[in-house]
């Protein structure tokens, strides 16, 4: 019943911008954590950036000054900014909440499905 849906993926140049975003939708009764994660090609899932319900952020040392984590908490929507990109960003970028379903109390992660980021040289 929950989804999270990713959009705003495509090609850009070197040192252009994109903005990712991904919401979530279904019989959802509250959000905690919501993050952007990344797997480039033959490598594994690392996390670009994450934020808390309350605002407080944590980035990839890679993405550092680059990119901006955000979210609207009416709209169940966090986004991700990203400037200045460098091929090296390419990859699957995925979205994750830390959430809790209307009739399930613990909290649980739920993935999008991925958003395709190539990055032109």
């Known amino acids: 019943q929950v989804q999270l849906v990713e959009s705003g993926g495509g090609l850009v140049q070197t040192g252009g911008s994109l903005r990712l975003s991904c919401a979530a939708s279904?019989?959802?009764?509250?959000?905690?954590?919501m993050g952007w994660y990344r797997q480039a090609s033959g490598k594994q899932r690392e996390l670009v950036a994450a934020?808390?319900?309350?605002?407080?952020?944590d980035y990839a040392d890679s993405v550092k000054g680059r990119f901006t984590i955000s979210r609207d908490n009416a709209k169940k929507t966090v986004y991700l900014q990203m400037n200045s990109l460098k091929p090296e960003d390419t990859a699957v970028y995925y979205c994750?909440?830390?959430?809790?379903?209307?009739?399930?109390?613990?909290?649980?992660?739920?993935w999008g499905q991925g958003t395709q980021v190539p990055v032109s040289s």
């Open positions: 279904g019989s959802i009764s509250s959000i905690n954590t």
């Open positions: 934020i808390t319900s309350g605002g407080s952020t």
């Open positions: 994750n909440a830390v959430l809790k379903e209307l009739v399930i109390t613990p909290y649980g992660n739920y």
